[in-house]
């Protein structure tokens, strides 16, 4: 399983986040990733944990005020970004400039979906992953894994059908090693969570307790 902590934009110490990600990934085994704020971007790299963006804009160089650059967010340490995320929906086509863009600098790509045909939708994009995160999951108690395992199941069909080797993962809700587990169980081979690590007054222990099952 990968494990993918996107820090939003919580006010929690991303360096703190990305060491305990980065001894728990070496002393497990589980390839562990930190998602931060663009503007920590470096910062996080250097502490030698998988770092991806929250998000990149569809442009390349050029007169794009206020974009979050691919190459710029690769030149700063990341290897791989987030793409429409759920608190940062995109238009279709700027879904597929950021697939682009985010291939153009070498970064791995998840574009994050609602639902299952928002899954297959994605996936016809040609994304390295998509990841099915409900909205109304989000920043809860319960995991998506326990809430709604259809949704889980039915996300990867529905790449399947487009795309076999497009990557699932799922989101929200997500605290512990047996959610993990159980996401594991109904075909995803990643998960997304944030406030399970990044809210967590000890984020190593939160994040040691992800891994404990695997
Ligand atoms: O949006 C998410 C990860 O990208 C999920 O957030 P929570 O883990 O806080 O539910």
């Known amino acids: 399983m990968f494990i993918l902590v996107n820090l939003k934009a ?4 991303p360096i703190e986040v990305a060491s305990a990600a980065r001894d728990v990934a070496d002393d497990s085994g589980v390839r562990i990733a930190v998602s931060p704020q663009a503007a920590d971007l470096a910062r996080v790299a250097e502490t030698g944990v998988e770092t991806w963006a929250q998000h990149v804009d569809p442009n390349s160089h050029g007169s ?4 979050t650059l ?3 967010v690769a030149d700063a340490g990341a290897q791989g970004t987030l793409i429409n995320h759920s608190e940062k929906r995109l238009r279709l086509a700027d879904i597929d400039g950021a697939i682009q863009a985010a291939e153009r600098a070498g970064l791995k790509t998840c574009v ?3 639902n299952p045909a928002q899954i297959g939708a994605a996936a016809a994009l040609g994304p390295d992953s998509v990841a099915v995160e409900p909205p109304a999951l989000i920043g809860g108690d319960v995991s998506v894994a326990t809430a709604d395992p259809g949704i889980v199941e039915d996300a990867v069909e529905a790449a399947a059908a487009v795309d076999d080797d497009v990557a699932v993962y799922c989101g929200a809700g ?3 090693g047996e959610d993990v587990a159980t996401a594991g169980d109904l075909g995803a081979s990643g998960i997304l969570l944030a406030s399970g690590v990044a809210k ?3 984020p190593r222990a939160a994040l040691e307790s992800l891994v404990d099952p695997l």
């Open 200 to 202: 967590a007054d000890d």
């Open 174 to 176: 997500i605290s512990s």
């Open 64 to 67: 794009h005020t206020g974009s």
């Open 70 to 72: 691919a190459e710029a």
């Open 10 to 13: 919580y006010p929690c110490d």
């Open 112 to 114: 994050c979906a609602n």
